[in-house]
């Protein structure tokens, strides 16, 4: 069983950054890929960045290149979501996920196997 825990959120003014951190426990097969997904209010949750842990290959949602890079420390076992130049439609909530493939995480389907319970992030304008 992988138990996924994210720490970081809060709020923050437009243009700021913040950094937001998922740990793992557990290794297996399924956290071969680690991600982010997001949900704001009324919305879809959507796809935000995945890393390959294998690999170290990344993928980011359009709205995010350039502003947001992920990151894993695997020593550790936790995945970081560095947010920069941050917008009030970022706010939402942030969900970590961990799955075998950072490609079928960055699909329409979200693949994934587990998830975080979430970690809130308010952009203010």
Do not use: H
């Amino acid at each position: 069983q992988v138990q996924l825990v994210e720490s970081g959120g809060g709020l923050v003014q437009a243009g700021g950054s913040l950094r937001v951190s998922c740990a793992a426990s557990g290794r297996s097969i399924s956290t071969n890929a680690m991600g982010w997904f997001r949900q704001a209010p009324g919305k879809e949750r959507e796809f935000v960045a995945a890393i390959s842990r294998l690999t170290g290959g990344t993928y980011y949602a359009d709205s995010v290149k350039g502003r947001f890079t992920i990151s894993s420390d695997n020593a550790k076992n936790t995945v970081y979501l560095q947010m920069n130049s941050l917008r009030p439609e970022d706010t939402a909530v942030y969900f970590c996920a961990a799955g075998p493939s950072a490609r079928r995480m960055a699909t329409p389907q979200m693949d994934a196997a587990y998830w975080g319970q979430g970690t809130q992030v308010t952009v203010s304008s």
